[in-house]
């Protein structure tokens, strides 16, 4: 089991400086862990695992002014996803970093309209996997990812101001 208080202790002060590098490599990182995580998830996705991703997009829908119970719903797709994958690894790194990640979700959707754009991102990628197209769901990964790391800067920069 991944000691969760260790590693936080050594990514959690980097992130509170707002370290660019620190973003970028937790997003590098994110980003090839979850893309090659998606493959997997294509290959053993059950129809009841389908069902459970479509309810929490409907919850995170429904619930789209309310950031922190959002927020939970968007992790949790990404934690759901990992675990689907038959791979425990992938789903202890997403745990173990989870806060901040959890950190990095709330600055990135801090508006109803970055929420609304997060959503879409999770209905498409979720449609890929059922579609069990890989380059399409690898793709949608990586831009989802990257466009909430440009969303963190925007709103990271503009606090600065």
């Known amino acids: 089991m991944v000691?969760?208080?260790?590693?936080s202790d050594i990514f959690l002060?980097?992130?509170s400086?707002?370290?660019?590098?620190?973003i970028d490599d937790l997003v590098e990182i994110r980003i090839a862990?979850?893309?090659q995580t998606v493959k997997k998830t294509i290959q053993y996705i059950t129809e009841e695992q389908i069902e459970e991703?479509?309810?929490?997009i409907s919850e995170a829908e429904k619930n789209i002014n309310q950031i922190?119970?959002?927020?939970?719903?968007?992790?949790?797709f990404h934690l759901k996803i990992a675990e689907i994958s038959n791979n425990s690894f992938y789903k202890n790194f997403l745990e173990a970093i989870q806060e901040q990640i959890k950190l990095f979700i709330n600055k990135?959707?801090?508006?109803?309209?970055?929420?609304e754009k997060a959503l879409q991102w999770h209905k498409d990628i979720l449609q890929?996997?059922?579609?069990?197209?890989?380059?399409?769901?690898q793709a949608l990964v990586y831009l989802h990812l990257l466009d909430c790391k440009d969303k963190y800067e925007y709103v990271s920069n503009s606090n600065n101001d």
């Open 68 to 76: 922190e119970y959002f927020s939970e719903h968007d992790y949790f």
């Open 33 to 35: 862990i979850e893309q």
């Open 108 to 115: 990135s959707i801090s508006h109803v309209a970055q929420r």
């Open 128 to 137: 890929s996997i059922i579609d069990r197209n890989i380059e399409k769901a």
């Open 53 to 56: 991703l479509k309810q929490n």
């Open 13 to 15: 002060p980097l992130l």
């Open 3 to 7: 000691n969760t208080y260790s590693l």
């Open 17 to 22: 400086k707002r370290n660019q590098k620190y």
